[in-house]
């Protein structure tokens, strides 16, 4: 029986066979993740103002089509966060600190937009690799910290976070060529330093979506085809055996996290280096202490997407998706605070839910939740969604 | 009508690519020790696993005291009275023995943990089934010995009445299954039903009352111990007969591949050294075993010796360069293969494919990557012709996953792949846990083969009859210490145990001379 059916098994695709690959059950928890998002989305929805709860749902669900440019645009930091936190996850690091790369990613964008004179036609581009260059540094730290030391990163990367703002917002309000004190924000960057709108009407989006998925597209291919994607997700899944194996487990986990900060920070310069529709304007910072929340949103887009590149495009411009339309529900009366805490409810359950089905869901399910004392992973866990929610509110 | 605890009637469990159980019946009798025997991925684990409810069976019943159950999970399976040890432990590693043993179930006054009763409690049936556990240690630290005596203890804290033994004796010394073997016949005295998985026909004839045999997912039939013999019981399983002789030919050694010199390795448990100034030589057409019971330093020398601790002191030479302080990669280029003593923690990434662990010590070689791209054909070409070679057996072939494999055929791909790879030594430590007869048949063929190429072949085993008919020269571990140089045509069982025990040696001086 058993020889015959494995050598059945290369004959013809079944229903079985689909259902039963990877791909698929990975797809379709994604799938119920997000329902299940939506339903809790919902429920507070209508709590917060039963009347209208499916004129307003409706517009946070459908909303998004009408604004499609916005939808991208705004999706391109989360994106390149997401890809971000994503890759880390992959060689099992747990990289907190995309907020910190990202605003790293922003003042190297921004000084390289300000201070250096270049040719046009190059400047936006010496911009972009600046904010990359930010956010390396900003990896590489705790990528050290945790290769020689072995210092939790998951620590040095929320250090890291406060960190790089606090320092970002004081080089920032000490330089006079960025800094417009008056406004309290950063001056608005000269059109060279601009990244080349697609020129959608009404939006901002810009070829930095473009470049995004083309690095998640690379990103999935280092992954998946290289002897590098190999060794990492081999770290990720075993640490020992990929020693055992022979593999450098230092080198690659600082080159992990240079590569995670890299991404985020070019999350960094695509956000700050966006186009203005209005002419004569740009994107600016404000040094204003708050720890950017594109950082912590790429968390929740990465789990979404299953910490697979391919997914994260998608689970991106998902959430941003929903974000976009949300902003539509004020329309019928809800308050932008209750449309931002349903947004985040339906963001994070989702999320929640593909831990649960994930990896971490199964050590989780099998270790901490039954047991009534020794719940401390999952209330770590609780803990940094309930922060990111509070810095979410603040960030608005 | 007889009277069964449990009745297991015409269950059959299917996973992708395969029908791990077809129609399988199994019935146990209150108060008797039952054997199942079975190949490597003949569905021995799933049988118990579904009983377990671990897996819930597509078809079939189970019956309890003749009234039929519905087990969904371990905790409904618990609540029957069914507990389990399982081949793989299942234990917290950063949680001490005591926490383990007492997980789920702890004992508390108003929410507060109360350890002290507990312990007792734990220490009592330590003491009263011999299982000796430092209940303080973490489980990260201690023997594989220890962990699975923590999990015997787990479950007999429980009070379960039915107990599953998932190939127990696969990771023990020979004095501890001795005495697990009688713990089980204690059980059994006191009522308890214990389901006994194991690759091991000795151990069947000496404790089991019946044995159930399957193969390739089919019921072959039950059998009474008192009326078969141990070659009826493996053509049952194998469905032909099994050499339990192992011929080998006399080569002669080469020149030295291996040399040891006073290498000393620090202790993680103790503050002493765990290994004190050893030194040997292994040639080139010989194997060389390294006995001893376990925790005696074998563990922390080989970890030393492949490049996963570091030595204190001593050096270490590979085919005449001295790879004392070498990165692992480098030890594996100069020579070195190693199959690891936990296939879990070491030997296998378990979420990846079957094939994509079969490249794991060669992904990296021109034959399967060009500019840093792997080369899939390649891999999937290697991957199918080594796991034809070496009987590998799984439910997809290269692409199933690692994890799903049965506990033999996952040994099996390992010792596939450091066999295959180049190498001027063979580190082989407990190679043969877990597999069955045939395979155990067939690894031994390997070893020797390798030794007949002219490789030097290091065993660590703590198996007395691998050591004493596979290996040309026994040496003893001891406390840290080579206590005894044997020759296994010469010696007989007896003896080596006295060197094992501590109770006989031949200096160490002596062996230095002898060189
Ligand atoms: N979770 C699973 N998913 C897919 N296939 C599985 C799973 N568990 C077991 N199998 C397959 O079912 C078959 C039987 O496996 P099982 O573990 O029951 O074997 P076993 O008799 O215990 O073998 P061993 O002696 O090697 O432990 C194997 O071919 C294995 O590949
Ligand atoms: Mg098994």
């Not at chain 1, 009347?51 to 517009?59: A, E, H, I, L, R």
Request: glycine share 10%; charged share 20%; proline share 3%.
């Amino acid at each position: 029986m058993q020889s015959k059916k494995s050598s059945s098994r290369n004959k013809g695709i079944t229903l079985k066979n689909i259902t039963e690959s990877k791909g698929f059950t990975a797809f379709t928890s994604v799938l119920l993740a997000i329902f299940l998002g939506l339903i809790f989305g919902f429920i507070v929805m209508a709590f917060a103002g039963p009347q209208n709860v499916f004129k307003g749902f409706s517009y946070i669900l459908l909303g998004g089509f009408g604004r499609f440019g916005d939808v991208l645009y705004f999706a391109t930091p989360i994106l390149m966060t997401g890809l971000s936190v994503g890759l880390a996850f992959r060689m099992g690091l747990f990289n907190i600190g995309a907020s910190g790369q990202y605003t790293m990613g922003m003042f190297f964008a921004l000084y390289v937009g300000f201070m250096w004179d270049l040719p046009p036609e190059i400047h936006w581009i010496a911009a972009i690799i600046a904010g990359m260059v930010g956010g390396m540094l900003w990896g590489f730290i705790p990528g050290i910290f945790k290769a020689f030391l072995n210092v939790n990163e998951v620590i040095t990367t929320i250090m890291f976070n406060y960190i790089g703002m606090y320092l970002v917002d004081m080089l920032i309000q000490g330089n006079l060529v960025l800094y417009l004190s008056s406004n309290a924000r950063t001056n608005y960057l000269p059109r060279t330093v601009q990244l080349p709108s697609l020129g959608i009407m009404g939006s901002n989006v810009n070829v930095g979506i473009i470049m995004a998925v083309i690095i998640g597209i690379i990103l999935f291919i280092v992954l998946e085809k290289t002897t590098f994607g190999y060794e990492l997700k081999a770290t990720g899944f075993n640490k020992h055996a990929s020693n055992y194996a022979g593999m450098k487990g230092k080198t690659n986990i600082i080159l992990t996290m240079v590569i995670a900060g890299g991404l985020a920070g070019l999350g960094g310069a695509f956000a700050i280096l966006a186009p203005s529709a209005i002419a004569g304007s740009s994107m600016t910072y404000e040094p204003i202490n708050i720890i950017a929340v594109n950082g912590f949103n790429g968390i929740a887009v990465a789990l979404l997407g299953s910490a697979n590149p391919i997914g994260i495009i998608f689970s991106a411009t998902f959430i941003s998706f929903i974000q976009r339309g949300g902003t539509l529900a004020n329309l019928v009366g809800y308050k932008p605070e209750i449309i931002d805490v349903v947004i985040a409810v339906i963001i994070y359950f989702s999320a929640f839910a593909m831990i649960m089905n994930s990896g971490i869901g199964r050590f989780i399910k099998k270790y901490i939740i039954k047991k009534p004392h020794t719940n401390i992973l999952l209330e770590d866990l609780e803990a940094v969604e309930e922060e990111i929610e509070v810095q979410n509110k603040e960030a608005e | 009508m007889e009277n069964y605890i449990v009745e297991m009637l015409n269950i059959t469990k299917e996973f992708p690519g395969i029908i791990a159980n077809d129609n399988i019946t199994l019935n146990l009798k209150k108060g008797e020790v039952h054997a199942l025997l079975g190949e490597n991925g003949a569905g021995k684990s799933t049988l118990v696993s579904v009983l377990f409810g671990l897996y819930q069976a597509e078809k079939g019943e189970i019956k309890k005291n003749g009234k039929e159950v519905k087990i969904n999970n371990p905790n409904d399976a618990n609540d029957l009275g069914i507990g389990m040890v399982h081949q793989h432990f299942k234990l917290v590693e950063i949680f001490t023995v005591l926490e383990n043993i007492i997980l789920g179930v702890e004992p508390n006054t108003l929410g507060f943990l109360q350890k002290t009763d507990a312990r007792k409690k734990v220490m009592e049936l330590s003491g009263k089934y011999g299982l000796k556990i430092n209940p303080d240690a973490l489980i990260e630290e201690i023997s594989i010995g220890m962990q699975q005596r923590a999990e015997i203890l787990k479950m007999l804290y429980r009070e379960n009445e039915i107990l599953i033994f998932d190939e127990p004796t696969a990771v023990l010394t020979p004095q501890e299954i001795k005495e697990l073997l009688k713990i089980m016949r204690d059980l059994a005295q006191e009522g308890k039903s214990v389901l006994f998985i194991t690759h091991k026909l000795n151990e069947i004839i000496e404790v089991a009352d019946r044995c159930t045999v399957l193969r390739k997912g089919k019921y072959i039939g039950t059998v009474d111990i008192k009326d078969t013999t141990k070659e009826e019981l493996s053509r049952m399983m194998v469905g032909r007969d099994i050499s339990f002789n192992i011929e080998k030919k006399l080569t002669e050694v080469k020149e030295v591949v291996l040399s040891v010199k006073n290498v000393t390795v620090p202790s993680k448990l103790h503050k002493n050294n765990a290994v004190k100034n050893i030194s040997f030589d292994v040639r080139g057409g010989e194997i060389v075993c390294l006995a001893g019971i376990d925790g005696n330093g074998q563990t922390e020398f080989i970890s030393a010796l492949t490049g996963l601790e570091k030595v204190s002191s001593g050096t270490i030479i590979l085919g005449g360069k001295d790879i004392t302080k070498s990165s692992i990669r480098k030890r594996s280029v100069s020579g070195m293969s190693h199959i690891p003593e936990d296939r879990h923690k070491h030997g296998l990434i378990l979420d990846y494919s079957l094939e994509e662990n079969l490249v794991l010590q060669r992904y990296w070689q021109p034959e399967f990557q060009n500019k840093g791209f792997i080369r899939f054909h390649a891999v999937r070409n290697y991957a199918e012709c080594l796991i034809k070679k070496y009987d590998v057996r799984s439910g997809q072939g290269p692409i199933t996953m690692a994890r799903s494999m049965s506990g033999g055929n996952q040994q099996k791909a390992i010792i596939a792949r450091e066999i295959d790879k180049d190498h001027e030594v063979l580190v082989a430590v407990q190679p043969t846990r877990g597999l069955d007869v045939g395979a155990v048949e067939y690894i031994h063929k390997q070893l020797i083969s390798r030794r007949d190429c002219g490789k030097g072949v290091l065993l660590v085993s703590l198996e007395l009859d691998e050591v004493m008919n596979v290996s040309d020269r026994i040496l003893v571990m001891y406390e840290g210490e080579i206590v005894g140089e044997l020759d296994p045509k010469k010696t007989t069982v007896q003896e080596l145990g006295l060197y094992m025990s501590g109770a006989k040696r031949n200096t160490v001086k002596e062996i230095d001379n002898a060189e």
